[in-house]
Nanobody, 123 residues
Framework: QVQLVESGGGLAQPGGSLRLSCAASGFIFSNYAMSWARQAPGKGLEWVSGIYSDGSNTYYADSVKGRFTISRDNAKNTLYLQMNSLKPEDTAVYYC????????????????WGQGTQVTVSS
């Protein structure tokens, strides 16, 4: 049974940082691309970042490029998202997902989701 459990969300001030983690189980983590996506209040789902199964390539939405860093530790079956220089518009529920590819191009699909973790950026 595939399980993805996010943690690390919370309240941050503008310009601050948070690190999200996603613990994966029930599948061979090192075989799959993974992504982070988010959903802000009243808005649709936005893909944020993706990473190859071996961590060799990473991809970012323009809205977070240069501020967020995705990484993974295949020995610990854990995906991370380091978020720096946070902005109020980063406020959203953040989801970890197993995806068919590391970036949203032809053939990209979300396969499994976590329950999400709330990130709120406010002074």
């Amino acid at each position: 049974q595939v399980q993805l459990v996010e943690s690390g969300g919370g309240l941050a001030q503008p310009g601050g940082s948070l690190r999200l983690s996603c613990a994966a189980s029930g599948f061979i983590f090192s075989n799959y691309a993974m992504s982070w996506a988010r959903q802000a209040p009243g808005k649709g789902l936005e893909w944020v970042s993706g990473i190859y199964s071996d961590g060799s390539n990473t991809y970012y939405a323009d809205s977070v490029k240069g501020r967020f860093t995705i990484s993974r530790d295949n020995a610990k079956n854990t995906l991370y998202l380091q978020m720096n220089s946070l902005k109020p518009e980063d406020t959203a529920v953040y989801y970890c997902a197993r995806t068919t590819m590391a970036e949203p191009e032809v053939g990209f699909e979300y396969e499994y989701w976590g329950q999400g973790t709330q990130v709120t950026v406010s002074s």
